[in-house]
């Protein structure tokens, strides 16, 4: 029987049991003076819970903020079984997360590595440090949420990505980055230093706790293949997982689990 199908038959046998509580809130941001919308959801003993980790979950090119639950509601039954927060923020049709270097509107680093963890933390009894702190997502998202959190080890203890476009200059007349980053032609600098793949000298062994994983039917594979290289190129641990799969729903509600299962362990560790 197919992984799939078997995903499927456990979602549909224990999401009648799940409690979990789904929110959706405005956040302030100060950055691009706008409210922004996210999902929250806590699991079903988070009021007997003084404190509980979070895991961020960003959505990909041309999503929102209802992605990830209204696709995958596999991760409701995930924050009941361990016990930890999920918040799935908007970042926008095509804002890479990143602070845009020829945009002032599109200041998304800062609304996630800073003013989302800070809105966050004030409201929910969260614990409010790296250790209690992790990061992914898929395609763009996956990208956001290394890039972050390369970027912001002292606010993120473990990181994931899901079919992430981890080198994005490949690409680039695709998915509005140019629209971000100027033209490769006329801004090559900027996509050189924005792109994770260039970013390994911001990390040390075993600082950041890493989870990678790609469809090898994805047209983001090989670009994943070679981070996962680099990686190991640098000594830098890492979990990297491979199987059937293209660039779809179907391959990110299998690999999800994953991802969440490894942050709970993170979570658990002393």
């Known amino acids: ?106 200041k998304y680093e800062t609304f996630i590595a800073k003013e989302l963890v800070d809105w966050i933390d004030g409201r929910y009894k969260t614990i409010a440090g790296r250790k209690g702190r992790a990061i992914s997502g898929l395609s763009m998202g996956g990208h956001g949420a ?5 970027r912001h080890q002292d606010t993120f203890g473990a990181a994931g990505s899901t079919a992430g476009g981890v080198d994005i200059r490949p690409f680039p007349l695709n998915w509005d980055m140019a629209k971000r980053l100027g033209s490769y032609a ?40 070679q981070l996962h290289q680099k990686l190991l190129d640098r000594n830098i641990p890492h979990t990297y997982i491979t199987g059937p799969g293209a660039h779809n729903w179907a391959y990110w509600q299998q690999s999800i689990p994953y991802q969440l299962l490894y942050f709970f362990d993170f979570f658990g560790q002393k």
């Open 1 to 106: 029987m197919k992984v799939g199908l078997l995903l499927s038959i456990w979602i549909i046998a224990v999401s009648s049991l799940q409690a979990a509580e789904v929110d959706t809130v405005k956040v302030y941001s100060t950055a691009m003076d706008k409210e922004i919308k996210a999902v929250v959801i806590t699991p079903d003993d988070y009021a007997v819970r003084d404190s509980l980790p979070v895991v961020y979950l960003l959505h990909g090119y041309s999503g929102s903020y209802a992605d990830w639950v209204n696709k995958a509601p596999v991760i409701k039954v995930l924050a009941d079984r361990y016990g930890f927060m999920i918040v799935c923020p908007d970042g926008g049709y095509g804002s890479w997360y990143w602070d845009s270097p020829v945009d002032e509107s599109f």
């Open 146 to 150: 290394l890039y972050i959190a390369f």
């Open 186 to 225: 006329e801004h090559p600098e900027h996509w050189e230093q924005y792109t994770v793949i260039n970013m390994m000298h911001l990390l040390t062994p075993g600082k950041l706790s890493l989870i990678i994983d790609c469809g090898t039917g994805d047209f983001f594979y090989r670009v994943n293949e």
